[in-house]
């Protein structure tokens, strides 16, 4: 199967919560997370989202590429953030003042120069900005292993989204093997004509516009079909009356705990934000 | 094929949302598995034209949609967890052109080829800032690293691919629809 979802029951405690639990208590703890700039602070919530990834019983084999995709956006981040653009979203603070490494380069003929000015207080920021980037990526990451593609439209339904939207998401999950399904129809059909799409050749505009035999035929097979889901479910009346699910959704006192816990971290950040911590930190030890 | 208004968002509306969204995850998905060569580390998704099509062809809710929903599934899918600033980044490639919806009247016409593609780019361009912006706040990088490490090459690679296929849809599409009397 080219397309397939990467879900499959663990017998986890966290799947045992309620999908929307899980959903606002991800969504308090990300706001409670952007309020930090302090490491101490950072590194709590990030042993809090670890501790979660390990309660869904993920593997390392399981959500590597995930984490590779994460480093690789990181470290490209955090790089240029440090070395080139050399500034920082909080302020001149980050210039700092305590020098670890300095460079000047001039061009050769126009003269510009660029200067690499590394302080302690931009490398810090930078293993902030990690630990910071690293809690939010572990805090989402389990979603997508622990949660059943099935119960998406109930989810959302139950936290509020309009039945229509709510239905469209359930839909969406449902094409997805239709489609993936065709799209190996269309793929084989175009290698029996002598295409290869793993040869194609050219630049890059040419790579791009060589891929129209496949995405062509997929989408336009998937539009004619449309009209015939549309014409089935408005005969069915469809969207005249609130609609019932086949996943049923209910709250459990561990699923109030567990949004109650997320909602004391929220307002317990507001509340230190408010009380002036939490604000960018160097350790002391690395000024002297 | 009757047009209604542009914010309506009826049962074909809902149906096209769902098959925009789902073509949108599986595109992505297959083509990132069938490891098309990029040139200049460029990589190659052309799947980005079609929440912009669907926008041109089925209004704004429906390009939205297609991109939003499309980007959480195709990261479901690739395990990659969930990016919210960057799955409304995507729906709003798809949201923007489909601001012309209702001037779309014939899919061949060089005119409305070109409207298109001006939307594209704009959808593009809104899309991407969009979420490249929000890794200020999320990433704590500054506005400079955002612009070099997010916005552009994502702006960049999304725009060169609407630009090419989106016509050559708009084109098939334009046909199919003839032909199927709808």
């Given at each position: 199967m080219i397309v397939s979802f990467n879900y499959r029951p663990r017998s986890s405690l966290i799947e045992r919560l309620d999908p929307r639990a899980r959903w606002i208590f991800s969504i308090l703890v990300l706001f409670a997370i952007t309020m930090f700039w302090d490491v101490r602070f950072l590194l709590f919530f990030l042993a809090l989202t670890l501790g979660q990834y390990l309660l869904a019983r993920l593997t390392w084999r399981e959500t590597r590429r995930a984490w590779y995709f994460v480093f690789f956006i990181m470290t490209t981040m955090v790089v240029v953030n440090t070395l080139i653009t050399s500034s920082g979203t909080i302020g001149a603070v980050l210039r700092g003042t305590h020098t670890v490494f300095f460079h000047q380069f001039t061009m050769p003929v126009t003269g510009w120069s660029w200067e690499i000015n590394l302080t302690v207080e931009r490398l810090w920021f930078a293993v902030t900005q990690v630990v910071r980037i690293l809690s939010i990526s572990a805090l989402f990451l389990v979603i997508p292993f622990t949660?059943?593609?099935?119960?998406y439209g109930a989810t959302f339904r139950g936290m509020g989204i309009p039945d229509r939207l709510a239905y469209t998401l359930d839909l969406a999950f449902r094409f997805v093997p239709t489609l993936g399904r065709d799209f190996q129809v269309t793929l084989d059909a175009q290698r029996a004509r002598g295409y290869e799409v793993e040869k194609v050749e050219g630049g890059l505009l040419t790579q791009i516009r060589k891929m129209a035999p496949l995405v062509v035929p997929v989408t336009m097979n998937a539009i004619l079909s449309g009209e015939d889901y549309a014409n089935a479910m408005d005969l069915r009346c469809f969207g005249l009356h609130k609609r019932t699910w086949i996943e049923r959704l209910a709250y459990h006192w561990p699923d109030y705990l567990w949004i109650g816990f997320g909602a004391l971290l929220l307002l317990g950040s507001i509340a230190l934000s408010l009380l002036g911590y939490g604000k960018f930190w160097v350790p002391q030890i690395l000024l002297q | 094929m009757e047009k209604k208004s542009l914010w309506s968002f009826g049962t074909r509306e809902v149906v096209y949302a769902a098959i925009g969204a789902a073509l949108y995850a599986v595109l992505s998905v297959a083509t990132n598995f069938l490891q098309i060569p990029a040139a200049a580390n460029v990589s190659i998704?052309?799947?980005?034209?079609i929440p912009m099509f669907f926008g041109l062809a089925f209004g704004p809710w429906v390009g939205l949609i297609s991109g939003l929903v499309g980007n959480v599934i195709s990261d479901l899918v690739s395990g990659y967890g969930f990016w919210p600033w960057w799955d409304l980044g995507n729906g709003l490639m798809g949201f923007v052109p489909g601001l012309i919806y209702l001037q779309m009247t014939d899919f061949r016409a060089l005119s409305d080829i070109i409207k298109a593609e001006i939307m594209v780019v704009v959808g593009a361009a809104v899309g991407m800032f969009v979420a490249s912006i929000s890794e200020i706040w999320v990433?704590?990088?500054?506005f400079a690293t955002s612009m070099a490490t997010n916005f552009f090459p994502s702006f960049i690679s999304n725009a060169i691919n609407g630009l090419i296929l989106v016509p050559i849809l708009m084109v098939a599409y334009a046909a199919v629809r003839g032909r199927s009397g709808r």
């Open positions: 949660m059943d593609p099935r119960q | 998704r052309p799947a980005v034209a990433s704590g990088v500054d």
